[in-house]
T-cell receptor, first 113, second 115 residues
Framework: EDKVVQSPLSLVVHEGDTVTLNCSYEVTNFRSLLWYKQEKKAPTFLFMLTSSGIEKKSGRLSSILDKKELFSILNITATQTGDSAIYLCAVGAGGTSYGKLTFGQGTILTVHP | KAGVTQTPRYLIKTRGQQVTLSCSPISGHRSVSWYQQTPGQGLQFLFEYFSETQRNKGNFPGRFSGRQFSNSRSEMNVSTLELGDSALYLC??????????????FGPGTRLTVL
């Protein structure tokens, strides 16, 4: 069975700190890894990483994928209170896994002023 | 372009009743996936529809069902509600997973409370 594990489960930092969120996976027929940010509403898409795109960056957020070691990290630099949210890692697979993303438990990030 | 919309946003039902939730995908998106989110289990995949066909189904009992219409709008139905069905039900749409991208865009969800 496909499995995605995130760590830490929760993290408390102060504004300006840099954080690293981890995601490891065991998936048959891996195709992509996605990061989402969830506040008190729907998860919003951040990045998708695949074999042809193992590093992504957008502003203060960046992510890398290590397909050999089966993990990904999400970095947030110069954190702000608006970064407080649940960060979700999900994996998409090929074969007959149509439309299915397998999610990790999420990391709850709290940024204090 | 309008995002994924879900109705209703909140719903309160009692045990034994049934409920129907609706989802309208982003214009041009043909695949709709449904997820259940609870504090204990996180986000779990329910099923996926494409071209009015269910192509994939998660590990949920037969009380959970769905369908998709020709305009790609989708509904999910839960019959004989149980207390454990209380959750946030999320719908996500994508162009066609597997073709170009797995990226799914989520709607705001329907918060179902079963009393």
């Amino acid at each position: 069975e496909d499995k995605v594990v995130q760590s830490p489960l929760s993290l408390v930092v102060h504004e300006g700190d840099t954080v690293t969120l981890n995601c490891s996976y065991e998936v048959t027929n891996f195709r992509s890894l996605l990061w989402y940010k969830q506040e008190k509403k729907a998860p919003t898409f951040l990045f998708m990483l695949t074999s042809s795109g193992i590093e992504k960056k957008s502003g203060r957020l960046s992510s890398i994928l290590d397909k050999k070691e089966l993990f990904s990290i999400l970095n947030i630099t110069a954190t702000q209170t608006g970064d407080s949210a649940i960060y979700l890692c999900a994996v998409g697979a090929g074969g007959t896994s149509y439309g299915k993303l397998t999610f990790g438990q999420g990391t709850i990030l709290t940024v204090h002023p | 372009k309008a995002g994924v919309t879900q109705t209703p946003r909140y719903l309160i039902k009692t045990r034994g009743q049934q409920v129907t939730l609706s989802c309208s995908p982003i214009s041009g998106h043909r695949s709709v996936s449904w997820y259940q989110q609870t504090p204990g289990q996180g986000l779990q995949f329910l099923f996926e529809y494409f071209s009015e066909t269910q192509r994939n189904k998660g590990n949920f009992p037969g009380r959970f069902s769905g369908r998709q219409f020709s305009n790609s709008r989708s509904e999910m139905n839960v019959s004989t509600l149980e207390l454990g069905d209380s959750a946030l039900y999320l719908c996500a749409s994508s162009l066609e997973p597997g073709a170009l991208t797995d990226t799914q865009y989520f709607g705001p969800g329907t918060r179902l409370t079963v009393l």
